[in-house]
């Protein structure tokens, strides 16, 4: 079965730091676009940032300096370090990404489960 797991929220403080990781497990052909997304309470759900097989990167603008999106294609895995985190960082952070499972004829999109991310002040 294919899915994405996350790990790595959490509680800091403002001006901290924090690395989230979202591994792709199961049978899969390729990857294609990975990237990370946040919902807070009462708000709807906003790209936080992206990546693309190549490496081309896009990142909300909320985010630019601070956060960071990087991948390994060998693990199958994304990440994002967030640097210099605000108390208005504060959501659930969902990984994305386009996966070609081998039981389907093309990508698909997934989610992963969520990682809470709370910043204190």
């Known amino acids: 079965q294919v899915q994405l797991v996350e790990s790595g929220g959490g509680l800091v403080q403002a001006g901290g730091s924090l690395r989230l990781s979202c591994a792709a497990s199961g049978c899969m052909f390729r990857i294609d676009t990975m990237g990370w997304y946040r919902q807070a309470p009462g708000k709807q759900r906003e790209l936080v940032a992206g990546?693309?097989?190549?490496?081309?990167?896009n990142y909300a603008d909320s985010v630019k300096g601070r956060f960071t999106i990087s991948r390994d294609n060998a693990k199958s895995t994304v990440y994002l370090q967030m640097n210099s985190l605000k108390p208005e960082d504060t959501a659930v952070y969902y990984c994305?990404?386009?996966?070609?499972?081998?039981?389907?004829?093309?990508?698909?999109?997934?989610w992963g489960q969520g990682t809470q991310v709370t910043v204190s002040s």
């Open positions: 994305n990404a386009d996966l070609w499972p081998i039981a389907r004829n093309g990508y698909v999109n997934y």
């Open positions: 990546i693309t097989s190549g490496g081309n990167r």
